[in-house]
């Protein structure tokens, strides 16, 4: 089922994007969807002020898996295509003791 959205964009105008949910999570049918999606949305009561998008550095792939711990505020995306690992932000350097809690995220 999709959904038509008004998202209020990085320029202060309303877009209209089309948001489906699947398996809970909102799935766009274009990279402006979500990024449109994600700053409307916000983060934690936090205004998201930039999207960026992802490409896998191995392969060039652009759809992703994430792992992390978010007691630890440490995450890490896997290719869907190549299965290559890339730390998101600095998640590289708390890595080591997120693996060692148990407080998982796997999506």
Known sequence: ????????????????VVISEVGGWPMGETPEDLTEYAMA?????YDVH????????????????????????AAKRICRSCGAEH??????QYWDDARSGHHGLRV
């Open 1 to 16: 089922m999709s959904v038509r959205v008004e998202a209020k964009a990085a320029h202060d105008e309303m877009a209209a």
């Open 41 to 45: 949305q916000g983060a934690e009561g």
């Open 50 to 73: 930039e999207v960026r998008l992802c490409r896998c550095a191995s392969c060039g792939g652009h759809v992703f898996g994430v792992r992390g711990d978010l007691e630890e505020h």
């Open 87 to 92: 730390f998101i932000a600095d998640s590289g």
